[in-house]
């Protein structure tokens, strides 16, 4: 730029210096110009030298080009103090028209000058200062008022070319400074444009105000993708199958506006593998006039296929392939809400495998899957294309299968139960796993998807207590039920806190001498709405809510309590349930009534059923033995009614047997109850235990079991069961927290009138 302007200024002062020398030609200053002109010459020729013969050895490049500044600088003082000199030669010898043309020349250097050096300020102010300073000398030698009044204003002339100067020197640094940063910014998006077509699968697109594919400037070259399918001409609606989100394109592109990451499936040649891409763009407008869409596309068949694998996952069952839980709940939502054919049956179906801890107990997990999967197949098999078959959860499976009438319904079902029945082969071995059913039918009345699934839960547990293998159907009377179970349930946490419930007590009576021989307790709960209710209403409930521990280990704390009030030699049974057996807390409470009481242990006799040890049964005898250890006495009840009665007498030593009330009832008018009777009685006395028969009812009962040697009878030809308060006219009772009453005579045998109903509620078992 410096050696640029060096010859632009060497040709203006040589042009200028030649006018002045003209000029004044023939003046007595004449002679004077010719010696400056020629110092101009040679000013000018040192000015050119300089530029172009800097030393080579000046490295780098900075410091030569400061070189180049440092003599330009230089060069223009020395014109400056040669142009300052003219004035002292010209002003004295030339007229005042001569001193018009010379100050018009210098004025003219002067802002010449400065214009064309502006950008190297130091050189300026030193071409400009030395000019001004002569004329301004010059005008005040000459002793004229109107000169110096000049020289004032080339004074403020001079300052004002300075501050023009440094004003158009900063504006020129600002310029140069902002295109340089235009410069690195664009350099810098060319490498980050670069690196992008590089490392990513993107690529830009453009359409015309048809929506037809344009090429712009920043289009990549060499995407795979892109050149297969986007090509100039082509409508960008016809590149994507139609769905969803071809739709939202087009509705935005005719609307004219912006979309953002559309999941759009690429057209494929047949045959061809899926193509997904993801789809930006938004439309461009220039001076408010609509010229097309512009936007970025990805492709997205990777995470696409990983989406839709995950989706997959969580809606369908990975063992099975079946729909999950999640999957059945939708379709339910929209079969309750789609209307019903007329005379058309439409069902929930649910399922559970009756034998599948069975078979993965003993085959093992895998077979369990494998049986799952043969399931999942005859399930598929049995329903059609548009039946819903999901499974649930384990061995759970639910269908929504709809029939033209209730006829082909019960058929589908009748022939579901069988197939499910038949034998499966689990790698050889044989698996016999049938499937209990529970059905409930759509109705215009129930919109409630969750009711459905409740009432199809409950015609499944109906269908379990009925027998396995087989459906039933949900009624009304099912809900009613599940209602009276929920709030009996809820009752019954409330009962134990608010002491409800109460201990009955059935006198067991020496077959010989009709003498009170010990009590059987009986559990009743008081409640206070319903009254007295019996143990076959909520015992099975306590079971199934797990509130029969607490309420097992609560009755043998009260009938201990109430033994301190009978004589030492009156016994008392109580029954223990199949899950109070096996309480850690059993064995601490019996020890813990028995010492708090101070009653003798073997006083308690526990009543165990043949369903306690057929569950757990080494466990089971374990504790029982652990119990008699104590010194507690051990009776089977409800002798004869089980499937091992007789192994059981082998495996642990009974002090009691008690034939069961159902082989009793029947002593007059069937000879096989009565021969049962002897059997039982003669094996109790060849293993050396007691014997005791309940349900007795009558006096020929009572003869015949006393006549074939019956140890002690129990049933209303006795007693019913009572509170012990109102048994004190078959026993002496000890000082209780009643009234002091003088005790009355105590008969040997207390007969029921005969309108009085027999108890035959359950037992706390």
Same mark, same amino acid.
């Given at each position: 730029m410096v050696r640029r302007i060096t010859f632009v200024m060497i040709l203006a002062n040589l042009? /200028?210096?030649?006018?002045?020398?003209?000029? !004044?030609?023939? =003046?007595?200053?004449?002679?004077?110009?010719?010696?400056?002109?020629?110092?101009? *010459?040679?000013?000018?020729?040192?000015?050119?030298? =300089? &530029?172009?013969?800097i030393p080579r050895d000046m490295d780098p490049l900075d410091q030569r080009s400061q070189a180049a500044l440092d003599n330009f600088t230089r060069g223009s003082l020395l014109n400056g103090i040669l142009w300052g000199i003219v004035p002292f030669i010209v002003m004295n010898a030339a007229a005042p028209q001569g001193q018009m043309i010379l100050g018009v020349i210098v004025a003219g250097m002067m802002f010449a000058g400065t214009f064309l050096m502006a950008r190297t300020p130091?050189? +300026?102010?030193?071409?400009?200062?030395?000019?001004?300073?002569?004329?301004? +000398?010059?005008? &005040?030698?000459? /002793?004229?008022?109107? #000169? %110096?009044?000049i020289s004032l204003l080339t004074l403020?002339?001079?300052?004002?070319?300075?501050?023009?100067?440094?004003?158009? #020197?900063?504006?020129? @640094?600002e310029q140069h400074l902002s295109e340089c940063a235009v410069t690195e910014q664009s350099q810098l998006i060319g490498l980050l444009l670069r690196d992008f077509e590089e490392s990513t699968s993107d690529w830009l697109w453009q359409t015309n105000t048809d929506g037809q594919l344009q090429d712009i400037p920043l289009v990549f070259e060499g995407l795979k993708g892109a050149d297969s399918v986007m090509r100039k001409g082509d409508p960008l609606l016809e590149l994507f199958m139609e769905d969803e989100a071809h739709y939202v394109l087009k509705t935005s592109l005719m609307r004219r506006q912006a979309f953002r990451d559309l999941a759009l499936q690429v057209k494929t040649p047949e045959g061809g593998q899926e193509c997904w891409w993801s789809v930006t763009g938004k439309p461009i407008f220039e001076n408010g006039k609509f010229r097309g869409f512009r936007g970025v596309a990805t492709d997205i068949t990777q995470s696409k296929e990983i989406e839709d694998r995950i989706a997959y996952m969580a809606h369908y069952d990975g063992l099975t392939g079946l729909p999950n839980r999640i999957t059945m709940q939708e379709h339910l939502e929209k079969a309750v809400r789609m209307p019903l054919p007329p005379k058309a049956s439409r069902a929930l179906v649910w399922m559970d495998l009756d034998n599948f801890k069975w078979v993965n107990d003993t085959l093992g997990h895998p077979a369990g899957d494998e049986l799952l999967r043969q399931v999942s197949g005859r399930l598929t098999g049995v329903c059609r294309d548009e039946d819903v078959v999901s499974r649930i959860s384990g061995d759970e499976f639910a269908l929504i299968v709809e029939r033209p009438d209730w006829e082909q319904l019960e058929d589908f079902l009748d022939d579901l139960v069988e197939r499910m029945s038949e034998p499966y082969d689990i790698w050889g071995s044989t698996a016999n796993c049938s499937a209990s059913v529970g059905v409930r039918l759509f109705d215009s009345f129930t919109q409630d998807a969750r009711a459905l699934l409740k009432h199809a839960d409950l015609a499944l547990y109906q269908a379990k207590k009925l027998g396995k293998g087989n459906w039933c159907m949900f009624t009304d009377e099912l809900d009613e039920k599940a209602r009276a179970r929920q709030q009996v349930e809820t009752d019954l946490h409330r009962a134990? $806190? /608010?002491?409800?419930?109460?201990? !009955?007590? %059935?006198?067991?009576? $020496?077959?010989? =001498? *009709?003498? @009170?021989?010990?009590?059987?307790?009986?559990?009743?709960?008081?409640?206070?709405t319903r009254g007295l209710v019996y143990p076959g209403e909520f015992i099975e409930h306590a079971e199934?809510?797990? *509130?029969? =521990?607490?309420?097992?280990?609560?009755?043998?704390? +009260?009938?201990?309590?109430e033994a301190r009030r009978l004589p030492d030699h009156i016994g008392i049974s109580v029954n223990i349930s199949p899950l109070q057996i096996h309480s850690q807390s059993l064995v601490p409470t019996i020890m813990q009534a028995i010492a708090a009481n101070n009653i003798a242990p073997e006083r308690l006799e526990l009543e165990i059923t043949e369903s306690v040890l057929m569950s757990d049964t080494e466990f089971t005898l374990q504790r029982l033995h652990q119990i008699k250890k104590i010194g507690v006495r051990i009776a089977l009840d409800d002798f004869g009614t089980g499937f091992s009665s007789l192994s059981y007498l082998r495996s642990f030593p009974f002090d009691k047997i008690k034939i069961d009330k159902s082989f009793i009832s029947d002593l007059e008018s069937r000879a096989d109850n009565r021969a049962i009777a002897i059997a039982t009685l003669e094996l109790a006395r060849s293993l050396g235990m007691s014997c005791t028969a309940e349900g007795v009812e009558t006096g020929y009962q009572s003869d015949f079991l006393r006549e074939n040697g019956c140890d002690n009878l129990q049933g209303f030809f006795i007693s019913r069961a009572q509170p012990l308060d109102k048994l004190g006219h078959l026993v002496e009772l000890k000082d209780s927290d009643a009234a002091q009453v003088a005790p009355a005579p105590r008969p040997k045998l207390r007969i029921v009138e005969p309108d009085e109903t027999p108890d035959r509620t359950a037992k706390v078992s």
């Open positions: 042009m /200028n210096a030649c006018i002045v020398v003209i000029c !004044f030609h023939g =003046t007595v200053a004449s002679d004077l110009l010719y010696v400056w002109g020629a110092a101009i *010459l040679v000013s000018s020729m040192v000015s050119v030298g =300089t &530029q172009f013969f130091a050189a +300026a102010i030193s071409f400009l200062l030395p000019v001004g300073a002569g004329v301004v +000398a010059a005008m &005040q030698l000459l /002793n004229d008022q109107t #000169y %110096q009044f403020a002339y001079v300052c004002a070319l300075v501050l023009a100067v440094s004003w158009s #020197y900063k504006q020129f @640094v134990l $806190d /608010n002491q409800e419930l109460r201990v !009955f007590f %059935q006198p067991v009576v $020496d077959a010989e =001498t *009709l003498e @009170v021989s010990g009590f059987e307790t009986l559990l009743r709960w008081e409640h206070p199934d809510i797990g *509130l029969i =521990t607490r309420i097992g280990d609560w009755v043998i704390r +009260a009938a201990m309590a």
